[in-house]
């Protein structure tokens, strides 16, 4: 933000529509300095108010409202063709009638500052121009946004967000918006184009006793902002204005505002154009057109008919023609419906490993049956691509080293789909029994289950009942954490990063390993332990451990004892013992015993390492497989495994070393078998044997 010392609004700013809030503030510094803030205190100390702008007294027996005429030669004038001083008509007030025995109640403080501003606006001539714009396509990437952020970082895109930003992007493309009213020093009409653009945003205000007041902040240099830097500078003025922390600068250097009827159904308006400004624009309700509204959705979606959004741009006249205003809703229309990578961009500047979705004319022919089975049959194989071929764009590359590409299969334009056939009905089998359902719907679960930060592949799964099993747990899964295991995850979550900052302050310069991007490592481990304890039958958990994070493991999973790690750390090491000696801390094993939250218990085997690390794998099988022969045996005489192996890799490792393949193909055989392993490759894209493309 702009230094609250820099950038104040002018001394006669009494025109603009945040000069009620500014002469409120300087009754309140009139009385009590101290009051304000330091930037408040800075700006009134010079600060002399503007007189109320003249005006001509109201006739006695006028008609209730005038009439105004332009002249080509002279500008605007009012019905007695005078002006005053500094080129302002001075109009006569349109009166009401106040009928016998009713008392007028007067207007002060923020009513009496708007009388003045409405009546100061009325010297400025302004033109409307409207447009509508199909919402289809905002509709369905801003869905795609919030459907990302709110499983990663939280927060919220609105309608008014993109909007806005395109509103900014097309000002580049048509500069003529920047233009600006005002006169030289002699008087005379001249314009004047901003450099900097700063886009306005009228809020609403509700005050504390129950009126409402509009404030106009301004986004500084909104044109060299991407659309993440965008929105945290409007949500920060937001924030302000809802926790009442003004500052000056808040309200200086406005070119456009924005204001935003449509939040209470209001189609569009025609605002009213304050001096200094060179354009109001208004965003309407998103809806469907009027003589649609009373339709079935699904046949609205039959037809694709989109909703509609109406923006308005009101402007000074003076210096910005009409065609120029129509020029540039032209060019917001055209960057909504994704022109020149519109929403590449959005999508690139919070992220999003995804590509948008395009705009596409709908070529359905609802009277041809064979077009539509074609689609029906399109959107089985659609389906099918997503379980065999949809971990290629999960989300797993947490560097964000490289963008992925939506891979063609994936892709619905390639089966002849289109945004128009998102809101359509198909029969699936997506997420469980046959159903009908629209294909956003079936989309929305194929992505949950394949596409996230969880990538699935079982489509080499010969076994039908396997993969109807892994289907069947992957596909409309529960994502909700209920708020007690949410605090759990904090707290390992905690341990974990808590030991790694006290090694690294205390240990400074000993190689170590950490966990540091990994830490997600204990919370996972944790799962898989209490899930184990909690079953029914596993006794114990053997681990094989890779070299990153093994001592946050020891501690916050194992149990090993701080006292003697940080002994390790310290060399305290018995000379006697295999390996005694170098980075023995990180081949060392341990046992201990882990305690669910249900006071459930499973031993835990954590056997040491050589320096090749991944050689412990077969290791770990061999024990795993000696626990199960020598354990519980069901009814059947069969083996219950009561072992569990867990193996953690590093992400280079398990790419580049055989021995992990060795122990992936012994596992298929008779003698080998342990029943199933837990392999937990560490993805941080550090190693040194494969590269992160591997």
């Given at each position: 933000?702009a230094?609250?010392s820099?950038?104040a609004?002018?001394?006669?700013?009494r025109?603009?529509?945040?000069a009620?809030?500014?002469e409120?503030l300087?009754?309140?510094?009139?009385?009590?300095?101290?009051?304000?803030?330091s930037?408040?205190?800075?700006?009134?100390?010079d600060?002399?108010?503007a007189p109320?702008p003249?005006?001509a007294p109201a006739?006695?027996?006028a008609p209730?409202?005038?009439?105004?005429e332009?002249?080509?030669?002279?500008?605007?004038?009012?019905?007695d063709?005078?002006?005053?001083?500094?080129?302002t008509?001075?109009r006569p007030?349109?009166v009401?009638?106040v009928?016998?025995?009713v008392?007028?109640?007067?207007?002060?403080?923020?009513?009496?500052?708007?009388?003045?501003?409405?009546?100061t606006s009325?010297g400025?001539p302004?033109?409307t121009s409207?447009?509508?714009?199909?919402?289809?396509?905002?509709?369905v990437?801003?869905g795609?946004?919030?459907n990302?952020?709110?499983r990663?970082?939280?927060?919220?895109?609105?309608?008014?967000?993109?909007?806005a930003f395109?509103?900014?992007?097309a000002?580049q493309d048509?500069?003529?918006?920047?233009?600006?009213?005002?006169?030289?020093?002699?008087?005379?009409?001249?314009?004047?184009?901003?450099?900097r653009?700063?886009?306005?945003?009228a809020?609403?205000?509700?005050n504390?006793?129950?009126?409402r007041?509009?404030?106009?902040?301004?986004i500084?240099d909104?044109?060299?902002l991407?659309?993440?830097?965008?929105l945290r500078?409007y949500?920060?003025?937001?924030?302000k204005?809802?926790?009442?922390?003004?500052d000056?600068?808040?309200?200086?250097?406005t070119?456009?505002?924005?204001t935003?009827?449509g939040t209470?159904g209001?189609v569009?308006?025609i605002?009213r154009?304050?001096?200094?400004q060179a354009a109001?624009?208004?965003v309407?309700?998103?809806?469907?057109?009027s003589?649609?509204?009373?339709?079935?959705?699904?046949?609205?979606a039959?037809?694709?008919v989109?909703k509609?959004?109406t923006l308005?741009?009101?402007?000074?006249h003076?210096?910005?023609?009409g065609?120029?205003?129509?020029?540039?809703?032209?060019r917001?229309h055209?960057?909504?419906?994704?022109?020149d990578?519109?929403?590449?961009?959005?999508?690139?500047s919070?992220?999003?490993?995804?590509?948008p979705?395009r705009w596409?004319t709908?070529r359905?022919?609802?009277?041809?049956e064979?077009?539509?089975l074609?689609?029906?049959m399109?959107?089985?194989?659609?389906?099918n691509?997503?379980?065999?071929?949809?971990?290629?764009?999960?989300d797993l590359?947490?560097?964000r080293q490289?963008?992925?590409?939506?891979?063609?299969?994936?892709?619905?334009?390639?089966?002849?789909?289109s945004?128009?056939d998102?809101?359509?009905?198909?029969?699936?089998?997506?997420?469980?029994?046959?159903?009908?359902?629209?294909?956003?719907?079936?989309?929305?679960?194929l992505?949950?289950?394949?596409?996230?930060t969880?990538?699935?592949?079982y489509g080499?799964?010969l076994?039908?009942?396997?993969k109807?099993?892994i289907?069947?747990r992957?596909?409309?899964?529960?994502e909700?954490?209920?708020?007690?295991?949410?605090?759990?995850?904090?707290?390992r979550?905690?341990?974990?990063e808590?030991?790694?900052?006290?090694?690294?302050?205390?240990?400074v310069?000993?190689?170590?390993?950490?966990?540091?991007?990994g830490?997600?490592?204990i919370?996972l481990?944790?799962?898989?332990?209490?899930?184990?304890?909690?079953?029914?039958?596993?006794?114990?958990i053997?681990?094989?451990?890779a070299?990153?994070?093994?001592?946050?493991v020891?501690?916050?999973?194992?149990?090993?004892?701080h006292?003697?790690?940080?002994?390790?750390?310290?060399?305290h090491?018995d000379?006697?013992?295999?390996?005694?000696?170098?980075?023995?801390k990180y081949?060392?094993g341990?046992?201990?015993t882990?305690?669910?939250?249900?006071?459930?218990?499973v031993?835990?085997h954590l056997?040491?390492?050589?320096?090749?690390l991944?050689a412990?794998?077969?290791?770990?099988?061999?024990?795993?497989?000696?626990?199960?022969?020598t354990?519980?045996r069901?009814?059947d005489?069969?083996?219950?495994?009561?072992?569990?192996?867990?193996?953690?890799?590093?992400?280079s490792?398990?790419a580049?070393q055989?021995v992990v393949?060795?122990?992936?193909?012994?596992?298929?055989?008779?003698?080998?078998r342990?029943?199933?392993t837990i392999h937990?490759?560490?993805?941080?894209?550090?190693?040194?044997?494969?590269?992160?493309?591997?």
């Open positions: 933000m230094s609250t820099s950038t609004p002018a001394a006669s700013s025109s603009e529509l945040n009620w809030l500014v409120e300087y009754e309140q510094y009139q009385e009590d300095p101290e009051s304000l803030s930037g408040w205190q800075e700006f009134f100390a600060y002399r108010p109320s003249t005006s006739p006695t027996s209730a409202s005038t009439s105004t332009t002249s080509p030669a002279t500008g605007p004038q009012g019905v063709g005078t002006t005053n001083g500094a080129g008509v001075a007030r349109a009401g009638t009928p016998e025995g008392e007028p109640q007067p207007l002060r403080g923020v009513g009496a500052r708007i009388v003045e501003n409405m009546e009325l400025v302004t033109a409207v447009r509508d714009v199909p919402a289809k396509l905002l509709e990437n801003r795609f946004i919030n990302y952020l709110r990663q970082r939280g927060g919220k895109v609105s309608f008014t967000h993109l909007i395109a509103m900014v992007k000002v048509v500069p003529a918006m920047r233009t600006v009213y005002t006169e030289t020093e002699q008087g005379k009409p001249a314009s004047m184009r901003t450099e653009f700063g886009l306005g945003l809020v609403d205000v509700e504390d006793d129950g009126s007041s509009l404030l106009v902040p301004v500084q909104a044109t060299s991407s659309f993440e830097a965008f500078a949500e920060e003025l937001i924030r204005i809802r926790t009442r922390k003004l000056p600068a808040m309200f200086s250097g070119t456009i505002t924005l935003n009827p209470i209001t569009h308006s605002p154009l304050m001096a200094g109001i624009l208004g309407g309700a998103i809806g469907y057109p003589a649609y509204q009373a339709a079935d959705p699904r046949t609205l039959k037809l694709g989109s509609v959004i308005t741009s009101t402007y000074d003076r210096v910005i023609q065609a120029e205003s129509g020029l540039y809703l032209q917001v055209e960057l909504l419906l994704g022109a990578g519109f929403y590449d961009e959005v999508f690139a919070l992220g999003l490993p995804y590509e979705a596409s709908d359905t022919d609802l009277d041809d064979t077009d539509l074609t689609k029906q399109k959107v089985g194989q659609l389906a691509m997503y379980r065999v071929r949809g971990h290629l764009i999960a590359d947490p560097l490289s963008r992925v590409a939506l891979h063609r299969e994936l892709d619905p334009t390639h089966y002849g789909l945004i128009w998102l809101d359509r009905e198909f029969v699936t089998d997506v997420g469980g029994s046959d159903r009908r359902a629209r294909l956003s719907e079936t989309l929305g679960v992505r949950d289950a394949y596409c996230r969880v990538g699935i592949e080499h799964v076994d039908p009942e396997q109807q099993w289907r069947a992957v596909e409309g899964a529960e909700e954490l209920s708020a007690e295991d949410q605090l759990w995850i904090l707290s979550l905690n341990a974990a808590a030991f790694e900052s006290f090694l690294h302050t205390k240990y310069g000993q190689k170590r390993f950490g966990l540091e991007g830490e997600s490592l919370p481990l944790d799962a898989v332990c209490e899930a184990a304890a909690d079953s029914d039958g596993v006794t114990d053997v681990m094989g451990m070299h990153r994070g093994r001592l946050n020891l501690s916050n999973i194992v149990g090993k004892s006292r003697q790690i940080f002994g390790e750390f310290e060399g090491i000379p006697d013992t295999v390996q005694g000696s170098g980075d023995v081949h060392l341990t046992r201990g882990y305690r669910s939250r249900a006071d459930n218990e031993e835990l056997p040491p390492n050589p320096s090749h991944e412990v794998n077969p290791v770990v099988e061999g024990i795993a497989r000696a626990l199960q022969d354990g519980v069901g009814a005489g069969g083996h219950r495994h009561p072992a569990l192996p867990v193996l953690m890799h590093g992400d490792a398990f580049g055989g393949v060795e122990t992936l193909n012994l596992s298929q055989l008779r003698g080998y342990t029943g199933g937990v490759v560490i993805n941080n894209q550090v190693g040194f044997t494969t590269s992160p493309e591997a």
